[in-house]
């Protein structure tokens, strides 16, 4: 394995070429010494004859290093599955996509093509069998405005056995149309990461451009853009961990939350509206800095209005939380215990909320802006009670964070040397990108970490460039964490963690 | 409970007394956008610009401010930045729906009486009585086919207490067979086309069609996704290359839209417009200077 710093972009002929036994026990080995795998996937050779490698990369959160390794092209591999459930969905994507079989998975389901996909017959579902179980089907289409995705419960009365999770239903293909276009039409590929999670539209903007920048060794932007990039993130965060509160809130019958904090995260899009003219914030990102900027006048307003709303949300939250009948409904509902998130390599929200301290503005900080608090906000019982408490204490520091963004912006009017330096970075950053690199981007999106890897071939196009929502690392995790449950808490655990139908599907 | 009402007390009463007063946008919001009639000569930087392929070259003047498609335009503004004529800007009207899918089309407004053809199109005058059995009532369910959820969450926000749905009679609910409609968002994708069809079978007669989003109506960004279908809007060359068969599902399946609400995603006032103007209610949808291309007119693709 090549270990690298995880802000510098490595040359491709440094990524050892191991073979398939080899980068799997690599991957082993380092699972146990604490990386997590971040990206695990199919590297085409160049020339593009259709020959397939395959190429991980890991991170230690800790020392804040990446490593990668990759393997000649070849047809099969042995999986590690069983020994290491992290990458099971990894490989189950890399057969699917690439044709290269991991021998010895345990069960190759499909990834992303639905049971009801044109030409498809079906899928199997995993069965539990006696005379008092049964099955309950829920989905695609669900009855609230949500997106699609199919649910199987095993049941024994009321008791969950097992939840099983079909999902495929929003696959549009976005990495393939991604990887031409990424190196080719960078402004469109931009708008078109936008749409991968329209929820996250910030986070993954924000990743595609630190992917570009990195590849192209652009170093640190701007403080203003540093700070305009983290705004839209953090008013991101805000607006979403408040819709979830509120939709926790609904689920426990506890209406004045519900009703308020579906007002209040509308407030926070018009913020991130004013910024850009986008409430999801669509438009913010430029390559090498921030297509908008705000002037002194625009900063106290929007520093008013974020005061204003940021009181109506702690009001709200308080409400909740000192509602004994939701604090009740909400302990030991879904819990997943931090050796289990572990091992299935959770992510976000969801991994801090069992106790593992995963938050990529620390693992991996995009910028040297000091943060809110000293370390993520992490939480020990892993139900949907620690998980609402970690977006409560999270929107805290968010807006700590934008209020300090605000106020130095608001302070350091933009002159003219400096709006003419961030424009040469800007056009530095729609650079052809270098031959034959590797770079990673990870960005803590609202959700979780949202990673891109991008890898060069000899002409700077996309060998690979890879997508990886925290969805994809945490549906596992809504699955487990329903077993032992009843069908009445799903909906209630779902919004706790709710996770991304398209950023999984992509 | 003291707690309860005294931060309820706080909170305030939020509800917009919408239509009779309009929303506070940001004064960056790109609405629907409006076009001056200029030469552009070989300049074609606004099609270079676009993200979305959402400009096309008038027929009848090649050389000359061009049209733009609301039913792919995902309104970033890329075109009027580019511009060295100034010609095209984006307004702040979020009245933006139209009930067909050639009224998305926007073009130069008349300075002379060239390039005017729209009729002005009051909803009362256009959508006449057919929807007039939903008018106290109307009951609508949405299907997310391969949307990305900017458009799902933008629809869902209406049922909260600023936009208050319910106060119209429209309300959101959870079978297509107790509605009246359906709204659909996202580009459609293959593996959503049979629950799609399903789900609009289930919705009894009359039923009504709300396409939200530029992917639904013309598959926006993903246009061109072999994956994708190319949305409800059925314009030749808008359906996506790997599907034709399973489009034609669609069209078979009567899956036409009755409005048409452009944006990505639509602003939620927007939306909210558009389901109103079905049933006739609210201002007009299409402005009298829009360029409405009928049957006649052909488009050629800059």
């Keep these: ?506 | 409970m003291f707690r309860i009402l005294a931060e309820r007390l706080k909170q305030g009463s939020r509800t917009l007394d919408w239509p009779r007063k309009e929303p506070a946008l940001s004064p960056r919001y790109r609405g629907r956008p409006e076009l001056a009639d200029t030469a552009c000569g070989d300049c074609r930087a606004c099609y270079a610009a676009c993200p979305a392929g959402a400009l096309f070259t008038r027929a009848d003047a090649p050389g000359r401010t061009p049209l733009l498609d609301m039913a792919r335009c995902i309104f970033c503004g890329a075109c009027a930045e580019v511009c060295p004529e100034g010609a095209i800007r984006f307004s702040r009207d979020y009245r933006v729906a139209a009930a067909s899918r050639e009224g998305l089309l926007v073009g130069p407004r008349a300075a002379g009486g060239e390039g005017a053809g729209g009729a002005p199109a009051d909803p009362a005058a256009l959508m006449g009585d057919r929807f007039r059995l939903f008018r106290r009532s109307l009951k609508l369910r949405e299907v997310s086919a391969g949307g990305c959820n900017a458009c799902e969450a933008d629809t869902n926000v209406l049922g909260t207490l600023v936009y208050d749905l319910g106060r119209f009679g429209i309300e959101f609910t959870a079978s297509p067979r107790h509605a009246d409609g359906l709204v659909v968002t996202g580009p459609v994708t293959r593996n959503m086309c049979a629950a799609l069809v399903d789900t609009w079978a289930a919705v009894p007669r009359p039923r009504l069609l709300v396409a939200v989003g530029a992917c639904a109506i013309s598959g926006g960004l993903f246009r061109e996704a072999p994956e994708c279908l190319g949305g409800l809007g059925g314009t030749a060359g808008d359906t996506g290359p790997g599907a034709p068969a399973v489009a034609d599902t669609l069209t078979e399946a009567g899956l036409t839209p009755d409005i048409y609400v452009p944006g990505c995603p639509p602003n939620p006032w927007s939306i909210l417009a558009g389901i109103l103007a079905l049933r006739g209610e609210g201002r007009p949808l299409i402005p009298d200077w829009t360029l409405s291309v009928g049957p006649g007119q052909t488009i050629v693709r800059g």
């Design chain 1, 1 to 506: 394995m090549h270990e690298f710093d995880y802000r510098k972009a490595v040359a491709l002929n440094e990524v050892p070429v191991l073979t398939a036994e080899a980068l799997g026990e690599r991957i082993l080995e380092h699972v146990r010494d604490g990386w997590r795998v971040l990206a695990y996937f199919g590297l085409p050779e160049a020339g593009g004859d259709g020959a397939v490698g395959l190429c991980c990369v890991l991170a230690h959160d800790a020392e804040q290093r990446l490593a990668a390794a990759r393997t000649a092209p070849l047809t099969a591999f042995p999986s590690l599955a069983e020994a290491c459930p992290q990458v099971e969905l990894f490989e189950r994507e890399i057969y699917e996509e690439w044709g290269i079989l991991p021998e010895g998975h345990p069960w190759l389901k499909p990834v992303r093509r639905s049971p009801d996909a044109p030409g498809g017959s079906g899928r199997d579902f995993y069965r539990v069998d006696g005379s008092e179980v049964h099955e309950v089907g829920v989905g695609p289409v669900h009855a609230g405005i949500i997106e699609p995705g199919h649910f199987r419960f095993q049941c024994y009365g009321e008791i969950i056995l097992h939840l099983e999770i079909a999902l495929g239903y929003q696959h549009r293909a976005l990495m393939a149309l991604l990887r031409p276009r990424a190196a080719a039409e960078p402004v469109a590929a931009l708008r078109l990461a936008e749409c991968a999670a329209g929820d996250s539209s910030v986070a993954h903007a924000t990743a595609l451009c630190v992917l570009r920048e990195r590849l192209l060794g652009l170093g640190e932007l701007s403080e203003r853009c540093q700070r305009l990039r983290r705004a839209g993130l953090e008013l991101e965060r805000l607006a979403n961990h408040c819709g979830d509160l509120g939709a926790i809130a609904g689920d426990t019958g506890f209406l004045p939350t519900s009703s308020w904090n579906g007002r209040i995260r509308g407030d926070f899009l018009n913020l991130t509206a004013t910024l850009c003219g986008n409430r999801f914030g669509r438009g913010l990102l430029a390559y090498g800095g921030a297509a908008w900027g705000l002037s002194s006048e625009e900063c106290a307003d929007m520093a008013g209005r974020l005061a204003a709303t940021g009181r109506d949300a702690a009001g709200s939250a308080k409400t909740m939380f000192a509602s004994s009948s939701v604090g009740q409904r909400m302990a030991g509902t879904g819990q997943v215990t931090e050796a289990l998130a572990r091992e299935i390599g959770l992510v976000g929200v969801a991994a801090r909320a069992s106790g593992l301290p995963r938050d990529a503005r620390f693992h991996a900080p995009l910028s040297s802006l000091p943060q809110a608090a000293p370390g993520p906000r992490t939480e020990r019982t892993g139900d949907v009670f620690a998980r609402a408490e970690v977006r409560r204490a999270e929107m805290e520091d968010s807006l700590t964070m934008v209020e300090a963004d605000l106020d130095w912006l608001g302070r350091h009017p933009e002159d003219a040397a400096e709006r003419e330096r961030a424009h040469g970075m800007e056009k530095a950053a729609l650079a052809q990108l270098p031959p034959q690199r590797l770079a990673v981007a990870q960005v803590e999106g609202w959700r979780g970490e949202i990673c891109h890897v991008g890898v060069t071939g000899p002409d700077g196009d996309f060998l690979a460039l890879r997508v990886v929502d925290p969805s994809f690392h945490n549906w596992t995790g809504m699955a487990l964490a329903m077993r032992g449950g009843q069908i009445s808490d799903f909906p209630l655990c779902n919004k706790s963690f709710n996770l991304s139908y398209c950023g999984y599907d992509l």
